[in-house]
C-alpha cells in the first residue's frame, strides 16, 4: 500500500506499519489519500501517497472506518458506534455518539446529503443531510458482521462478511439479499472497476461479480 514502508507516512503518523499499531484504514477521493491510524491520528497526502500530514482525532477512540463526502470532508467511524466528521481537514471535529456498543466498519457518503455506515450486529446507520445527524435504520439480518461495502449508487450496494457471505440491496439498505460468492473467501475490500464491482480477500482472491455471482 501506499503507507507501507512510507517514511513520510510514518514521520506523520508515528505508524510504523500493521504489526506496531493493529491496523490502519484508507480511503482516495480526487487529490487527496486519507488514512487513519489506531494511535489516534488521522493523516492525508496527496493523491501519489506524497506529503503526508497528520491531525489528531479524539474520537472514535479506535477508528475501524474512513471515507471522504463528495466536498472532500473527512469521515471517520469506529467503536462505540462512534462517527466524527470534518470539513476543514482534522482542525475541527464534529462528532455522533449513537449511544451503542456497538462497531461501525463501513462508511461511505453517496453525494453531499445522503451517506450510510454499517456495523457489527447488522447495524445500519443513514444521514440524509451531509452527517449533521445520523439515524439508525433496519438492522441487516443475522447480527451480520460487515467487512466492507460497496454502494454504486443510493440505492445499490453490497456489503462483504464473514465466511464470504456477500448481501445485496436495491432500496439502499433497507433490505438484503444473498449473493453467490464461488470463491468463498472472506473479501475485505469491495471496489469499481470498469464500472464492475470487485472485491479482495483472504488468500490473495480477487472476485468479480458476474450477473448475480460472485467469481
Known sequence: TLQDNNPAFEQATGNT?????????????????????VIGKV???????DNWQSVPLDMPRTPLAVTCDAKGGWWVAGVNSVISGSADRGKTWQTTDLGKDVQITTIQFHDEMHGIALGEFGLTVFTE????TWKAGPKIPDDFYPYAALFKSRNEGWVSGIAGQILHTTDGGKSWSKQVNTTQ??????????????????????ARLDGNTWR
Open 43 to 49: 493523516a492525508a497526502a496527496d493523491a501519489d501517497g
Open 185 to 206: 473467501a472472506a473479501l475485505n475490500r469491495l471496489f469499481m472497476h470498469d464500472g464492475k464491482p470487485y472485491g479482495v480477500g483472504a488468500g490473495g482472491v480477487i
Open 129 to 132: 443531510d451531509g452527517g449533521a
Open 17 to 37: 506499519g500493521r504489526d506496531a499499531t493493529g491496523a490502519y484504514t484508507s480511503t482516495y477521493h480526487e487529490n487527496q489519500t486519507l488514512t487513519t491510524t
